[in-house]
């Protein structure tokens, strides 16, 4: 199987792109993030002309995630258990009946379960969306954890956007995000707790050392000059990652007239 993850940053603006990344790397599943549209809005007809079904979330012009695969689509989730919610007009606090976003759906995809995953960005470390962040990654990570307990040889993929990068070596530069999100120790410490429950960075083996990123801001030139982050990962079980072949970011997307901030990151499993 060959399984890419991507924010694609508002699919109906890049949907040909990504029908032809799809042809061009052979992929066989892809977690989308960022769809930024509704059910009634995603471009299914285009991924289906090109044999591929999709399993979409999406609320509004936010968020919103999918999961595009040829090696079927069955059991489809569109939320974890205990999936944190957030109210935009909550103002300094959350409140007691907050909106559960479009920001996971989950399915079985030639016997492995997939999860496109878009983690809330934090905004700031004062701001209410930072505690929602938090909490959010507690809850999926006591999920992965009650995963492996139940099944330890079970194979699931935790996918997509993190909004978190786990070291130094993941930014171009670490004073630059010193006092802001992304960077924070509480978020670290986060991103580190999922790792503790079994899950692996696939990427990482693959690509070593500083300077690996798949996401550069629009803004200052932060492509061109190499200013980026890596904060987009693929978390495989141990019985998954243990048939991982290779692993790669596909620094091309990133690239010329209407590409998305972020990049796509693929990972190659044997059966």
């Not at 976003?101 to 030639?110: L, P, V, Y």
């Not at 809330?120 to 959010?136: C, I, M, S």
Request: net charge negative; aromatic share 10%; hydrophobic share 40%.
């Amino acid at each position: 199987m060959r399984l890419a993850t991507w924010n694609v940053n508002s699919i109906r603006s890049r949907v040909d792109r990504a029908i032809e990344f799809l042809d061009r790397h052979d992929i066989d599943v892809l977690a989308l993030q960022e769809t930024k549209c509704r059910d009634d809005q995603f471009p299914f007809e285009r991924f289906d002309e090109a044999g591929y079904e999709v399993a979409h979330v999406g609320l509004n012009q936010w968020n919103g995630v999918a999961l595009v695969s040829r090696v079927g689509l069955t059991d489809v989730e569109t939320a974890f258990s205990g999936q944190p919610g957030f109210d935009k007009n909550a103002g300094e606090s959350l409140i007691a009946s907050p909106v559960v976003e479009s920001r996971a759906i989950g399915a079985t995809c030639g016997g492995v379960r997939v999860w496109s995953l878009y983690v809330p960005n934090g905004r700031a470390l004062a701001d209410p969306h930072y505690a929602y962040k938090l909490d959010w990654l507690s809850a999926l990570r006591d999920n992965a954890t009650n995963w492996l307990t139940n099944d330890p040889a079970a194979k699931i993929a935790l996918v997509g956007d993190w909004n978190i990068a786990p070291t130094d070596d993941d930014v171009w530069s670490p004073e630059f995000f010193e006092g802001k999100t992304h960077t924070s120790e509480p978020e670290r410490a986060a991103f580190a707790a999922m790792l503790d429950t079994g899950f692996r960075d696939v990427l990482r083996p693959f690509a070593p050392g500083p300077g690996v990123y798949t996401y550069w801001d629009y803004t200052q030139l932060r492509f061109p000059r190499k200013e980026g982050m890596r904060i987009d990962y693929i978390l495989a079980s141990p019985a998954l990652a243990d048939q991982v072949t290779d692993a790669c970011v596909d620094r091309e997307e990133r690239k010329g007239k209407g590409a998305s901030d972020h990049a796509p990151v693929i990972a190659e499993f044997t059966d």
